[in-house]
């Protein structure tokens, strides 16, 4: 063969065909376990017990629908009420305290700076379980147990989202802006509210959605914290009545409906932010 046919020989690659059979596996593989949940949902117990939870026949949504809002005095309702509450307001705080954070390491020089923010870095490998002992023991020193605070407190600190942040303002802010803002005789806040703030947007969104997902989820610390049922989110909430289905089965089709209208929230902010939490993930990657 001679050198010039091996020359413009094209380097292997994977056809498109099978590019997108691999993903549309993977797609399908992902999507099983809500379809499990969107049809197990219409069961009533007996049909999840024996086994037919996937079965299209004696579709019965709207009746289960009906059953988890009237269990217990319509505790659901409350329990959803609460984990927007916990998600949505913490994760607002916590995004715009993170953003602040890493404006401060981007933008200004201080003694000790890269020490600091490696102490934040540091916090990131502490597992969150690990802390739960010790901000119990601080909340009953403050007296907050059991109320909506002991739960919103530790989740407005993200040190995650600190990093994070100050990466979206590297790749967002330019520093030329912020000394056009000085020179026009803007305060350092109103540069930070009116130009940093703004232009790192994308970011802001990024780490909301992040955090937002991570309190909807969380269990542990509100297992710790509270004991009033009207204070648990729908993760507490949902394990409590999971606990009585060996003795009641009929909490079955509560827990699998609850646990289906739960993760509506989850896809409905990823669906509304992605264009900017898809901008967010890009930050940094052209200068």
């Given amino acids: ?39 197990a949902s219409t069961k009533n117990a007996g049909e999840l017990l024996s086994g037919r939870p996937v079965s299209l026949e ?12 009237s269990a217990e005095g319509g505790v659901y309702a409350r329990w959803y009420l609460n984990s927007l509450l916990y998600a949505g307001v913490g994760a607002t705080i916590c995004a715009f305290i993170c953003i602040a954070a890493g404006y401060s390491f981007h933008v200004y020089r201080f003694r000790g700076k890269e020490k600091v923010f490696g102490l934040v870095l540091a916090g990131v490998m502490v597992p969150t ?18 109320t909506y605070w002991a739960v919103l407190l530790p989740c407005v600190v993200s040190p995650f989202g600190v990093y ?13 802006v912020l000394e056009a803002a000085r020179i026009d005789g803007a305060t350092e806040f109103r540069t930070f509210w009116s130009v940093g703030l703004k232009m790192v947007t994308p970011g802001f969104f990024t780490i ?16 710790v914290m509270l004991s009033d049922n009207k204070l648990f989110p729908l993760s507490l909430g ?25 993760v509506i929230p989850l896809i409905a902010a990823f ?12 930050a940094g990657a052209v200068k």
């Avoid at 942040?165 to 520093?175: D, E």
């Fill in 129 to 146: 379980t690990a802390l739960a002992l010790p901000m119990y023991l601080l909340a009953s020193k403050v007296g907050v147990v059991n």
């Fill in 208 to 223: 909301f959605l992040f955090q937002f997902t991570a309190i909807w989820n969380n269990f542990f610390l509100p297992l």
């Fill in 238 to 262: 949902l394990f409590a009545w999971d606990t009585q289905t060996a003795a009641f089965p009929e909490y079955y089709p509560l827990v699998v409906t609850g646990s289906l209208l739960a």
């Fill in 164 to 176: 994070l942040a100050r990466v979206f303002c590297a790749g967002y802010i330019p520093t030329e």
């Fill in 1 to 39: 063969m001679s050198t010039l046919a091996v020359a413009r020989r094209k380097p292997w690659t994977m056809s498109k065909v099978a590019v997108n059979g691999v993903l549309a596996v993977a797609t399908v593989y992902m999507l099983m376990p809500l379809g499990w949940l969107v049809t």
């Fill in 271 to 282: 669906i509304i932010l992605q264009r900017h939490w898809k901008a967010g993930l890009t």
């Fill in 58 to 69: 004696n579709m019965r949504l709207g009746e289960n629908l009906g059953n988890v809002f």
